[in-house]
Nanobody, 122 residues
Framework: QVQVVESGGGLVQAGGSLRLSCTVS????????MGWFRQAPGKEREGVSC????????VYADSVKGRFAISRDNRKNTLYLQMNSLKPEDTAVYYC???????????????WGQGTQVTVSS
């Protein structure tokens, strides 16, 4: 059984930083593309960043370029999202996605985490 578990969310002031983690079990983590998505209140879920199995092929949404950094540790089966210079508009539930088969599109995600809340106060 595949399990995708996020952690690291919380409340932070604008300009602050958070690091999200996502630990995956039940599948060969090193072999799969991974990603982060988010859903803000009243909005549709959107892609934030995705990363290829080897750690290359990284893509970011325009709204987070230069502020967020995705990375992975295949030895620990863990995906990370370092979020710096956070803005109130980054407030959302952040979801870890495992086994993407097409680009960084949520329609191609096979496994989702339960989500972790990130709230940025102004």
């Amino acid at each position: 059984q595949v399990q995708v578990v996020e952690s690291g969310g919380g409340l932070v002031q604008a300009g602050g930083s958070l690091r999200l983690s996502c630990t995956v079990s039940g599948l060969p983590f090193h072999a799969y593309k991974m990603g982060w998505f988010r859903q803000a209140p009243g909005k549709e879920r959107e892609g934030v960043s995705c990363i290829h199995p080897s750690g290359d092929g990284i893509v970011y949404a325009d709204s987070v370029k230069g502020r967020f950094a995705i990375s992975r540790d295949n030895r620990k089966n863990t995906l990370y999202l370092q979020m710096n210079s956070l803005k109130p508009e980054d407030t959302a539930v952040y979801y870890c996605a495992a086994d993407l088969t097409l680009g960084c599109q949520q329609s191609s995600v096979h496994y989702w985490g339960q989500g972790t809340q990130v709230t940025v106060s102004s």
